[in-house]
């Protein structure tokens, strides 16, 4: 069993920042790829990013250039800093781990960007 923990959403105006954090514990080692994926209502689950244990980075269309994924090893924690918000980024933002055969995600923040 691996728990994913997000922390960091919250209210912001657009053109703001914000910086997710997701702290991996339980069965975790070698767990290699986490991300972050959103989902807004009435929309589909989207990929907002991925990193690999190596640091290989992966991004959805709509935020490249704007949020930054990074990784913490040590502390087995995903960050999404997150820059240039607009209100379309407003979503529920949830981590997410395959590892060993599951797909396990964390309960969510909620991410709202008033304009």
């Known amino acids: 069993q691996v728990q994913l923990l997000e922390s960091g959403g919250g209210l912001v105006q657009a053109g703001g920042s914000l910086r997710l954090s997701c702290a991996a514990s339980?069965?975790?080692?070698?767990?290699?790829?986490m991300g972050w994926y959103r989902q807004a209502p009435g929309k589909q689950r989207e990929l907002v990013a991925t990193?690999?244990?190596?640091?290989?980075?992966n991004y959805g269309d709509s935020v490249t250039g704007r949020f930054t994924i990074s990784r913490d090893n040590a502390k087995n924690t995903v960050y999404l800093q997150m820059n240039s918000l607009r209100p379309e980024d407003t979503a529920v933002y949830l981590c997410?781990?395959?590892?060993?055969?599951?797909?396990?995600w964390g309960q969510g923040t909620q991410v709202t960007v008033s304009s």
């Open positions: 997410n781990a395959p590892h060993m055969g599951y797909n396990y």
């Open positions: 990193i690999s244990s190596g640091g290989r980075t």
């Open positions: 339980g069965n975790i080692f070698n767990i290699n790829t």
